[in-house]
């Protein structure tokens, strides 16, 4: 296979990895809107839009300024197209997180807004990381190099870790295990959005030691700090865990 693998229109070409993330923002917000349908929604929907707001806001700020951080040798070449090209997907969940935190606080909603988000974000991170596979070493999310026989060569002659792939193996068993969590526990509000993300930030902190990141002196990465901040926040779920669940269904 070639990468990047575009699909050819006339005498262009439509990038596979456009039409990927395109379909998980699509595909993504039906699910949410037919699972939302399925159940009783405790909160309304002017605060539903307004929480969608500061989710947006927030992990669009989060996601280009950690995308920025990511390579701190680079701040220097600082301007507002660098800015909008450096994106990462573990800012744009923790800024998401922190913007519909302090939108739930000004407008007095207590409920989780987040677990009814959770399968929906799963679905379209699967589309999503499938179209960074098919863009190769433009997308800048691959792995370093390795000689294991499922490495794959991205274009310059060298095998590396399919870290994107890893990932959509990730989300397809989560997705998975919380379904099969949920037929036999009644989770308390807020636990599905909860576990679903400290267990991606424990599994990015774990990928990056593989992918070619900027590292400071002390071995870690400016994704994997984020990701031991993200994880400090909610350490209560590792303190007493036993508190996400209500009871035998």
Same mark, same amino acid.
């Given at each position: 296979m070639?990468?990047p ?10 990038p596979?990895? &456009?039409?990927c ?8 917000y039906? !699910?949410?809107?037919y699972?939302?349908s ?13 929480? &969608?707001? %500061?989710?947006?806001l ?5 996601s280009h300024?950690?995308? /920025?951080l990511?390579?701190p ?9 660098? &800015? #909008?090209?450096?994106?990462?997907? =573990?800012?744009?969940?923790?800024? %998401?997180?922190?913007? /519909? ?8 909603v207590? /409920?989780?807004?987040g677990?009814? #988000? =959770?399968?929906?974000? +799963? @679905?379209?991170?699967?589309?999503g ?9 433009d997308?800048g999310?691959?792995? +370093?190099?390795s ?19 890893y ?18 526990? @009644?989770?308390?509000? %807020?636990?599905?959005f909860? #576990? ?17 990141? !900027? ?7 400016? +994704?994997q700090?984020?990701? +031991?901040a993200? @994880?400090?926040?909610? !350490?209560?779920? &590792? /303190?007493?865990?036993s ?7």
């Amino acid at each position: 296979m070639h990468y990047p693998t575009n699909i050819p229109l006339g005498e262009s070409a439509v990038p596979i990895h &456009f039409i990927c993330e395109t379909l998980a923002y699509f595909l993504g917000y039906r !699910y949410y809107i037919y699972l939302r349908s399925k159940q009783v929604d405790q909160i309304s929907d002017e605060h539903r839009i307004l929480i &969608f707001i %500061g989710a947006a806001l927030g992990g669009f700020l989060g996601s280009h300024i950690l995308g /920025v951080l990511e390579n701190p040798q680079y701040l220097k070449n600082m301007n507002i197209l660098y &800015f #909008m090209r450096n994106t990462t997907i =573990v800012g744009g969940l923790l800024g %998401g997180l922190i913007g /519909v935190e302090l939108i739930k606080k000004k407008i007095g909603v207590s /409920v989780s807004s987040g677990d009814m #988000m =959770v399968y929906p974000i +799963i @679905l379209a991170m699967i589309l999503g990381r499938l179209g960074c596979h098919f863009a190769g070493l433009d997308d800048g999310t691959y792995g +370093i190099p390795s000689s294991l026989p499922w490495t794959i060569d991205f274009g310059d002659g060298l095998t590396r870790h399919p870290t994107n792939l890893y990932e959509i193996i990730f989300w397809i068993l989560l997705w998975v295990s919380l379904y099969n969590l949920e037929k036999q526990y @009644l989770l308390e509000n %807020g636990a599905r959005f909860k #576990m679903m993300l400290t267990a991606y930030l424990f599994f990015r902190f774990c990928i990056e030691f593989i992918k070619p990141d !900027y590292v400071f002196s002390f071995g870690l990465s400016v +994704i994997q700090l984020a990701c +031991i901040a993200g @994880l400090l926040y909610y !350490y209560r779920l &590792f /303190v007493n865990p036993s508190k996400l669940l209500k009871s035998y269904a």
